[in-house]
């Protein structure tokens, strides 16, 4: 008996099988991984990391990213995720919180860092302190205070004298 | 076998044989029927409320039974329980536990005791009971050691989770717990550690959470999901009791994706203790961004109740101010020592001054969100809260369901503030589910949280103080204004001063003709718990106005403070307790000393000081602060605190520099005002919190540590610090700040 009859399946009209049409879309890599968006061009990718592909670790902010808490690397620059539709972002490398250690497990030193320092309070914004701390951290290996000064997180805990000691001592740790 | 310990009247330490062997001990309500966390127990397990587990590889779980707001309890609760364990804290793995609850007579029993984030009394409360749960667990461990080698188990000592016999021979809590969960626990509770012997308590611990925030691995409730959920996002009412006149919901409900449009109409007759919801439209969607998309193309028409459309913040503060320059009685004489107009007689210099403080919002880094499964005879949530029991409540009187039929997680919160412990978004998700049968996640914006708070009311306080000859402080009579943000929550009128003013608050006790009075403001804009308060914006006027009278006198504020508090000794608090002088003293000693206190007159930069005491802790700030032609720079921030014993040297740290730049924050630059019945601020960029740039580089945290037992230290260092820092810009500015926001005020009058 052929398979499909003994599952309960219509018997395939041909020997064919007719593959799926490919699907147009937008294609972008995610912490390494390659996607396709085929949904709303006009979806933010925060909405893409967090409903499609349950990538949580990059949080909700303002409507305008406004906390920083929303904070993923495009391109190795900070950009919030709620500001950048899918359709800006074909062939675009996108880097999360969840992508920041190596695939081995090693922590990036800006969070060990974190660790280390115990910069965390409630811990919601502190994925955008390491996005946009290692954004820094890229650009100018050893920042000034002036330089952390001009981050744009913000942060209800008050965790930012910590967070400060923490970009201080990866830029050490990276010399 | 399983046993129990009665530690009080109706709770129980439990013990029961886990699966693999283990051992499980927790405090329960009784000896069955406690609804218990998979993650804990196993697949097989017996039935009681759990706090620690340790499994025959050694590996101990423990339970944190507070909700973690970013108050550091996920660490702390479990190194007292350890600490008495003799755990090795390297082999322990904390987990989050949800509600405890079970039914007794239909009505619910609170299986973990307390529950609670943000009150300050999760580190008591676990300092009274959660001890005896390590304890108990060492206590099965070495008696199956003792029987097993022979020897007298107080021949045996155990040290970081290995029992070692008087010939050094060493056996891990590991190999031991089989044995030890068959043995029963005995009937009364058992001794504690010596202090001395103590090697987690008082030593430092990083947050238990630490890996998994930096991997972005940790779930807060709002990236929880059912693939069966449907997203929710809401617009609320822009009045505070206003109702909808038309809605279109046509055009939301062609976009792809958006599956239905729910008005939610407030209930009558909310109880007391629970929160009102506002009037709102909701759109329930496949995903996050098709419901926003449809929310933008509501049709929406909302009209004003007579009460809420004339509402101005400006017209209230400037009601409330002229309130405070008549006689009239006030709404509650808070306390009323000696005799005020006798001492007028002895007046050699009467001082005065007006504060006045903004509204404030709670501005929560995580947004209100509740994920919610309704079935036929069950409830599923999972809520960021700071007081599960009282989410249940919500939950309890929407659904009908049995008190154990609700099952409620609290996963790490981000940030709460005072603001999720009204839980009007746990209402509303649960009403959601029942209008479209299916799970619920919902999820307000920040700007809607923004607009829609329980906000702390804006203040005034008017001082009058009146020194004597040898310039002590003879008398003082402060008036406060303010909307209580007790109104219309089941309290009675002759109570709603306690959330806005302290019986027991400085200088009460010191002055011996001293009186308080307030006066309570009337108000549509709702209002609740805000961290710190009534102690933040009174710490601000009365500690200013010391300030002042410093500055008055022509003399060093500290000498103006040391002679007001006067000798080291206790004085009696109203309603109990003791006011313990020498400890805060203590604190202004650490923090004057740090800072360098003696130059104060002489740096070329402002210095300022403050101090408070909150339920038994003591704080103290000192600021220095430089202006840079209009730019305000916090050169330095000391701090030094006395919460008695110190679970987590790092912990409590951390909570010291993390009050104090939130108060700082809170202080600088943000305010609620409202005009025609509606919030103004529409957004972050309306409602500033501090950048980097304006707050200080570092915050000096000095630990007064002692014996004595550990008090709650989550808002001990936000009422003093934004009056230290006022009164150094006065010594660098020569400006006053009476009002905040004080960048707002400061730019003003410079």
Same mark, same amino acid.
């Given at each position: 008996m052929p398979l499909a009859q003994a599952q309960g399946l219509p018997p395939a009209t041909t020997g064919d099988i007719t593959p799926e049409p490919v699907r147009e879309g937008i294609d972008l890599t995610i912490n390494g991984e390659r996607f396709r968006h085929t949904g709303d061009p006009l979806m933010p990718l925060l909405w893409y990391l967090r409903d499609v592909l349950r990538l949580t670790g990059t949080k909700v902010g303002g409507a305008h990213g406004e906390g920083g808490y929303d904070l993923v690397l495009v391109g190795g620059k900070a950009v919030s995720a709620i500001k950048r539709p899918m359709a800006e972002l074909a062939g675009a490398r996108v880097v999360t919180v969840e992508g920041l250690a190596s695939a081995d497990g090693s922590l990036h030193p800006l969070q060990q860092a974190f660790i280390d320092e115990d910069a965390i309070g409630c811990g919601y914004c502190t994925a955008g302190w390491l996005i946009a701390g290692i954004d820094l951290l890229t650009r100018k290996p050893k920042p000034s205070d002036d330089d952390i000064d001009k981050l744009p997180n913000r942060c209800r805990c008050g965790c930012q004298t910590r967070v400060r000691r923490a970009i201080k001592r990866a830029a050490g740790a990276s010399a | 076998m399983s046993g129990v310990i009665g530690l009080s009247r109706r709770r129980f330490l439990q013990v029961l044989a886990g699966t693999a062997g283990a051992l499980v001990v927790g405090i329960g309500e009784s000896y069955a029927d406690v609804p218990i966390p998979p993650a804990m127990l196993g697949d097989d397990f017996g039935e009681l409320g759990p706090y620690v587990r340790i499994d025959r590889d050694g590996n101990v779980l423990i339970g944190a039974r507070d909700p973690d707001t970013g108050t550091g309890t996920a660490t702390a609760l479990p190194r007292i329980i350890a600490e008495e364990l003799d755990a090795d804290w390297t082999r322990v793995s904390v987990i989050p536990l949800g509600l405890g609850v079970q039914a007794r007579d239909g009505k619910p029993v609170w299986t973990y005791g307390h529950q609670r984030s943000g009150t300050g009394d999760s580190i008591p409360a676990a300092w009274a009971d959660l001890r005896q749960a390590g304890a108990l667990a060492r206590w099965l461990i070495t008696q199956a050691a003792a029987r097993r080698l022979g020897v007298a188990a107080d021949r045996l000592r155990c040290e970081a989770g290995v029992v070692i016999t008087p010939d050094g021979r060493r056996f891990p809590y590991g190999s031991l717990v089989e044995a030890a969960s068959k043995i029963d626990p005995p009937n009364a509770p058992l001794p504690l550690k010596a202090p001395q012997r103590y090697t987690l308590v008082g030593r430092p611990a990083g947050d238990v959470d630490? @890996? #998994?925030?930096?991997?972005? $691995?940790?779930?807060?409730?709002? &990236?929880?999901?059912?693939?069966?959920?449907?997203?929710?996002?809401?617009?609320?009412?822009?009045?505070?009791?206003?109702?909808?006149?038309?809605?279109?919901?046509?055009?939301?409900?062609?976009?792809?994706?958006?599956?239905?449009?729910?008005?939610?109409?407030?209930?009558?007759?909310?109880?007391?203790?629970?929160?009102?919801?506002?009037?709102?439209?909701?759109?329930?969607?496949?995903?996050?961004?098709?419901?926003?998309?449809?929310?933008?193309?509501?049709?929406?028409?909302?009209?004003?109740?007579?009460?809420?459309?004339?509402? &101005?913040?400006?017209?209230?503060?400037?009601?409330?101010?002229?309130?405070?320059?008549? &006689?009239?009685?006030?709404?509650?004489?808070?306390?009323?020592?000696?005799?005020?107009?006798?001492?007028? @007689? !002895?007046?050699?210099? #009467?001082?005065?001054?007006?504060?006045?403080?903004?509204?404030?919002?709670?501005?929560?880094?995580?947004?209100?969100?509740?994920?919610?499964?309704?079935?036929?005879?069950?409830?599923?949530?999972?809520?960021?809260?700071?007081?599960?029991?009282?989410?249940?409540?919500?939950?309890?009187?929407?659904?009908?369901?049995?008190?154990?039929?609700?099952?409620?997680?609290?996963? @790490?919160?981000?940030?709460?503030?005072?603001?999720?412990?009204?839980?009007?978004?746990?209402?509303?998700?649960?009403?959601?589910?029942?209008?479209?049968?299916?799970?619920?996640?919902?999820?307000?914006?920040?700007?809607?949280?923004?607009?829609?708070?329980?906000?702390?009311?804006?203040?005034?306080? !008017?001082?009058?103080?009146?020194?004597?000859?040898?310039? $002590?402080?003879?008398?003082?009579? $402060?008036?406060?204004?303010?909307?209580?943000?007790?109104?219309?929550?089941?309290?009675?009128a002759d109570r709603l001063w306690s959330s806005e003013v302290g019986a027991n608050q400085l200088p009460a006790g010191l002055v011996a003709n001293y009186r308080s009075d307030w006066y309570g403001l009337a108000s549509a804009m709702p209002r609740g718990p805000f961290r710190g308060e009534p102690h933040v914006s009174n710490a601000f006027a009365v500690e200013s106005f010391i300030d002042e009278i410093a500055h008055t006198l022509r003399e060093d504020p500290l000498t103006t403070r040391l002679r007001l508090l006067g000798e080291a000794r206790q004085i009696p608090l109203a309603g109990g307790g003791m006011l313990d002088i020498g400890r805060l003293l203590n604190v202004l000693k650490l923090v004057t000393d740090r800072i360098e206190w003696k130059n104060w007159l002489h740096n070329v930069n402002g210095m300022g000081l403050a101090c408070w005491h909150i339920d038994g802790a003591y704080v103290a700030h000192a600021v220095e602060a430089a202006m840079h032609g209009d730019k305000l720079e916090i050169v330095r921030v000391a701090c030094a605190v006395d919460v008695g014993r110190v679970i987590n040297p790092l912990g409590l740290g951390g909570q010291v520099a993390g009050a104090t730049l939130d108060a700082l924050s809170n202080a600088l630059n943000p305010a609620i005002t409202f005009k025609d019945g509606q919030v103004q601020q529409q957004g972050f960029k309306d409602y500033p919190l501090a950048s980097m740039a304006q707050l200080p580089n570092d915050v000096e945290v000095i630990l007064a540590p002692n014996d004595r037992a550990p008090t709650g230290a989550s808002f001990l260092a936000m009422p003093s610090a934004a009056p230290a820092l006022a009164n150094a810009v006065f010594r660098a500015s020569a400006v006053r700040v009476r009002r905040l926001p004080l960048m707002k005020e400061l730019l003003r009058l410079l």
């Open positions: - | 630490a @890996r #998994r925030i930096v991997t972005g $691995q940790t779930r807060y409730a709002i &990236d929880a999901h059912y693939a069966d959920a449907l997203v929710a996002v809401l617009t609320q009412c822009p009045w505070a009791d206003g109702s909808l006149a038309s809605i279109e919901t046509a055009p939301a409900l062609a976009i792809k994706g958006v599956v239905k449009v729910v008005p939610i109409r407030p209930e009558a007759d909310v109880p007391p203790g629970q929160t009102a919801i506002a009037p709102a439209v909701a759109v329930l969607a496949e995903n996050t961004w098709a419901a926003l998309r449809g929310l933008a193309e509501l049709k929406l028409e909302w009209k004003p109740a007579a009460n809420s459309a004339a509402e &101005d913040s400006g017209k209230i503060e400037a009601q409330a101010i002229a309130l405070l320059d008549t &006689d009239s009685a006030p709404t509650t004489r808070v306390r009323d020592d000696g005799d005020l107009a006798a001492a007028g @007689r !002895k007046a050699a210099r #009467r001082i005065e001054a007006t504060y006045v403080q903004p509204w404030l919002a709670h501005a929560t880094p995580e947004p209100m969100n509740c994920l919610v499964r309704l079935d036929k005879d069950q409830a599923t949530l999972v809520v960021p809260t700071q007081a599960p029991q009282q989410a249940w409540a919500v939950v309890q009187r929407l659904t009908g369901l049995a008190p154990e039929k609700i099952a409620i997680e609290v996963p @790490r919160v981000g940030g709460g503030y005072g603001r999720r412990l009204d839980h009007d978004y746990v209402a509303e998700a649960v009403m959601l589910a029942k209008a479209v049968d299916k799970p619920v996640r919902l999820m307000w914006t920040h700007e809607q949280g923004l607009a829609h708070d329980f906000y702390r009311s804006g203040t005034v306080h !008017k001082i009058k103080a009146i020194v004597g000859r040898k310039r $002590q402080i003879i008398a003082w009579d $402060q008036r406060m204004a303010s909307a209580s943000a007790l109104t219309g929550r089941g309290v009675a």
